[in-house]
């Protein structure tokens, strides 16, 4: 059965880093976008950062530079890995596997918490 499981998340302080890792099971990665969305309290969930079908990367404006996206094809795992975190990273991520990269049409996981405090 499809899902994806997200782990890693945690408290830092600003400055520091996480890599946060989902395990997607019974996602084909060369037909999904597999990518990160985060949510903060009272705000909209925004996407971070994806990697398309074909191995393309992007990334929020916010975050380029301090993220990585990456993927294990051969594990099914997922990473982004967060440099220089700031206090507004602070946000509930999920991995998620949608039919166009940062779409509204896919599947997502339950969520990590990062907390980045200053």
């Known amino acids: 059965q499809e899902h994806l499981v997200e782990s890693g998340g945690g408290s830092v302080q600003a400055g520091g880093s996480l890599t946060l890792s989902c395990e997607y099971v019974?996602?084909?990665?060369?037909?999904?976008?597999l990518g990160w969305f985060r949510q903060a309290p009272g705000k909209e969930r925004e996407g971070v950062a994806a990697?398309?079908?074909?191995?393309?990367?992007s990334y929020k404006d916010s975050v380029k530079g301090r993220f990585t996206i990456s993927r294990d094809n051969a594990k099914n795992i997922l990473y982004l890995q967060m440099n220089s975190l700031k206090p507004e990273d602070t946000a509930m991520y999920y991995c998620?596997?949608?039919?166009?990269?940062?779409?509204?049409?896919?599947?997502w996981g339950q969520g990590t918490q990062v907390t980045v405090s200053s």
């Open positions: 998620a596997a949608t039919l166009v990269c940062y779409g509204d049409m896919g599947r």
């Open positions: 019974g996602y084909i990665y060369n037909s999904y976008c």
């Open positions: 990697v398309d079908s074909d191995g393309t990367t």
